[in-house]
């Protein structure tokens, strides 16, 4: 733990520490010490991705994209969920933002970020069935909203895809206010024209959106 720990907070961390950081929040444990190891280490990945200070950014694309694996996989554990991803959303969610609307940004590190956002939308829809809350918290608008934000000019098929998974969990679990919301933003004639210019499961996955809207 120590060890992780220590090159994770190196200035320009090593790709391979969160390489393995991604491989090791997949697996459950029963020790108390690993498990709360495991849980300062993944607050660390999540402040070298929210922190845009000079001195704490992680600027290496190979690093932020394994960074984003690695928190998108932590969802594989609701420990780590409930533990810290959700208490840190909005600022992930932010930065999550930030990557995909980047121009900058390379095509490897949108996809990672893109799966992150999925698992985030996938958890909520499944906490709100749950509870049987039909409300769309703030988080939940910021990120409907972001992921639809010029999606027509996305170049990349698979973070296309993937930004079109997240809008429709939301859709799905909060038809009628998530609907009314796209349709007042305008986002709904944006899907309903990309769909047109995109191909394969992008496309056929804008129309059903635009489908559930109108439903």
């Known amino acids: ?5 220590y090159f994770l907070n190196q200035d320009q961390p090593s790709t391979f520490a969160f ?17 709360a190891g495991v849980m300062e280490c993944l607050e660390l990945v999540s402040a070298r991705l929210t922190d845009d200070s000079s001195a704490a950014k ?10 984003w694996c690695v928190l998108s996989n932590s969802f594989a554990q609701s420990s780590l969920v409930e533990g810290m991803l959700m208490k840190k959303k909005d600022d992930l969610i932010d930065a999550a933002l930030r990557d995909l609307s980047s121009s900058s940004a390379r095509k490897e590190v949108k996809q990672s970020v893109t799966a992150f956002l999925y698992n985030l939308s996938l958890y909520h829809s499944k906490q709100s ?10 988080y939940a608008i910021a990120l409907l909203c972001g992921v639809l ?22 859709v799905r679990c909060h038809n009628e206010i998530a609907g009314s919301l796209l ?9 309903k024209n990309s769909s ?3 191909g394969g499961k992008s496309s056929q996955l804008a129309q059903e959106i635009v489908s559930m809207i109108s439903s």
Not at 58 to 67: E, Q
Request: glycine residues 2%; hydrophobic residues 40%; aromatic residues 4%.
């Open 183 to 191: 349709v007042d933003l305008g986002y709904h004639e944006v899907l």
């Open 196 to 198: 047109s210019q995109l």
């Open 19 to 35: 390489m393995l950081m991604r491989l090791i929040v997949l697996h459950k444990s029963s020790s108390v010490a690993r498990n």
């Open 149 to 170: 934000e010029s999606i027509e000019n996305e170049t990349c098929e698979t973070s296309m895809f993937r930004r079109l998974l997240v809008a429709a969990a939301f």
């Open 129 to 138: 069935n749950v509870s049987g809350n039909d409300e769309l918290p703030d």
């Open 58 to 67: 992680l600027s290496s694309a190979p690093a932020r994209t394994m960074a």
């Open 1 to 5: 733990r120590q060890s992780l720990h």
